[in-house]
């Protein structure tokens, strides 16, 4: 498995309940079934994505995530997972506290901005960074709130929202100890484990 | 991977099975013996369990798919969806539809005769629930030697009888698909259903339900019962496009036509049907005041408001469906405003909130509640894969 989905899953009890924001294809709530046996439910908007959840059994709602979590009742989850679509979303802040409201806790994956190769590609190019991963142009990207593990970091202040766990990644999905040490310089995918304080 | 080998069932030959222990209604009141009508479809395997039940909403019956003669020129019902290589493939399930006590289709029903007075139950026949259905349909399941369904699947009323399923007899499906349906009616939905009984009852050849025996019909009621059902079950921009889009008699656009086709190319400037949409009407009430029983209708469009499983359970939806342990899909339509998507999403919540697993999507559709008998690539590959997950865990079982 992909360390960072590694990582989630390590702050994952068995018999969770788990709401899966922006779900995809449903491979890894499938796969956190049949290692943690949770109850889960993912959200998805994409039509082919929910047909492939449907057909390896994964509960999908057809659901648009910037319409907000209003049909889920507060406190119904015990975990409320956000990967890699924190910087699609038109209010993200407003989605993590709603996130918070539903869920015991959030985890939130997201890339950094933060990281030397998109501060070195601004400083030397001075353009909106693209690359292999990101491969959008600032008008067409669905990427709209970008955001570096700092500013997570002072939002989480701002919202009194208290970090539980938090570890960066390179865009193999590997940690290292210069990562730990230099998480904004170094960091590719930042994930976050969060709860209310 | 099977769209190339999307074929007809054929021709199917229904079958009636006679029950005769009594069935003790919700009313209180008993039916001693009944039949009811099938048809199937597929062939059911060795360890007797890929077979799907199809339940009918209104108006329906046990003719789902496939064609009763060589001369027959429309399929049943949901021929769109049920055949070898449809979504609801009978390459792998066995498919089976049942025409509903009450109905008219051949199951006993007030058009059936009662064998003390010699004379049809007309108005006699009791008030038949859903619950009532479900327990006739499980009662057909034994006669079957069926002991778990793959799927119950419904639209609309039909949705509701899948409901029922799962919180009566959980173990024994292993999932409930509810197509534009909803955990009960609204007061605008019963509304509806009181329009059509009333206009069915106070037709001067009702005879108090009793017209089979004045050689009578209370065609003029069914018909505007009909009519307004059919209104309702479309939409506003489904009879746009439906009445508006060959419109040759002037250089409108038919988006700017919006529906209102001519009959006969002009304003008769009299009484008249004028507009392509009356005479659809009509022709649709017409066709259906000679096909269907008046009392019939009654019957179901009680069963649809009486319909509401949080009764037996403190009035709260989610107790009744925390002992669920089927997989859900719910299916709803963007314009279907009869069973508009908003019902469909709060049985989604009643489930997440009892627990149960349960998947549901929203599909565009320009058609209304009539959507769910179309066949909208989206929707059937929505049913397709969850069919399939359901079929793969059969294998797996299997193995």
Known sequence: MRPDLEIITSWIQNNERVLDLGCGSGEFLKNLHTERNVYGIGLEKDLQKIQSCLEIGVNVINQDLDSGLKNFKSNSFDTVLLAQTLQALSQPDVLIEDMLRVGERGIVTFPNFGNWKSRLYLFFRGRMPISKFMPHNWYDTPNIHFCTVKDFDLMCVEKSIKVLNKTVVNLEHQGSLAMKLFPNFLGEIAIYQITRS | ?399
Not at chain 2, 272 to 297: I, K
């Open chain 2, 1 to 399: 991977m099977a769209n190339s080998s999307i074929t007809s069932v054929g021709i199917v030959t229904p079958e009636v099975f006679h029950f005769k222990d009594p069935l003790i209604l919700r009313s209180g009141k008993i039916i001693p013996y009944y039949d009811l009508i099938t048809e199937s479809y597929g062939e059911l395997n060795k360890k007797k369990d890929n077979a799907i039940l199809i339940c009918h909403a209104l108006s329906g019956d046990h003719h789902a798919a496939g064609f009763h003669s060589e001369s027959e020129k429309k399929p049943g019902w949901w021929d769109s969806a049920i055949g070898p290589g449809k979504a609801i493939d009978t390459n792998l399930f066995y498919v089976v539809s049942v025409n509903n006590l009450g109905g008219c289709g051949g199951s006993t029903g007030p058009t059936s005769v009662n064998s003390v007075t010699g004379k049809p139950f007309g108005p006699d026949f009791p008030v038949i629930t859903v619950a009532d259905w479900v327990e006739s349909q499980k009662r057909l399941m034994e006669v079957l030697n069926i002991e778990k369904w793959a799927a119950v699947i419904g639209g609309s009323l039909g949705g509701m009888q899948a409901q029922h399923w799962a919180i009566e007899y959980p173990e024994k499906l292993r999932g409930a698909i509810c197509i534009a349906s909803a955990a009960k009616l609204s007061a605008q939905n019963i509304a509806f259903n009181e329009v059509a009984r009333h206009s069915i009852t106070k037709d001067p050849n009702f005879h108090d339900g009793r017209y089979l025996e004045h050689n009578s019909n209370p065609k003029q009621g069914l018909m505007l019962a009909r009519m307004i059902g059919h209104i309702t079950y479309l939409s506003d921009s489904a009879m746009r496009l439906k009445f508006g889009k060959e419109f040759t008699g002037d250089q409108l656009k038919p988006e700017k036509n919006v529906g209102r086709n001519l009959k006969s190319g002009e304003l008769s400037y009299e009484l008249n049907v004028d507009f392509e949409v009356e005479s659809y009407l009509h022709y649709q009430g017409e066709r259906f005041s000679n096909n269907f029983d008046a009392n019939t209708y009654l019957l179901m469009t009680k069963a649809l408001d009486y319909f509401d499983p949080s009764t037996d359970f403190n009035n709260d939806l989610s107790e009744a469906f925390a002992g669920a342990t089927c997989k859900f899909l719910l299916i709803s339509f963007s314009t279907d405003w009869r069973f508009p998507p908003e019902r469909s999403r709060e049985l989604v919540e009643i489930l997440l909130s009892a627990s149960c697993d349960v998947s549901y999507i929203e599909i565009e559709a320009d058609e209304g509640h009539d959507a769910f008998l179309m066949p909208i690539p989206k929707y059937m590959e929505a049913l397709r894969a969850f069919l399939k997950n359901i079929y793969n865990e059969l294998e797996d079982h299997a193995s």
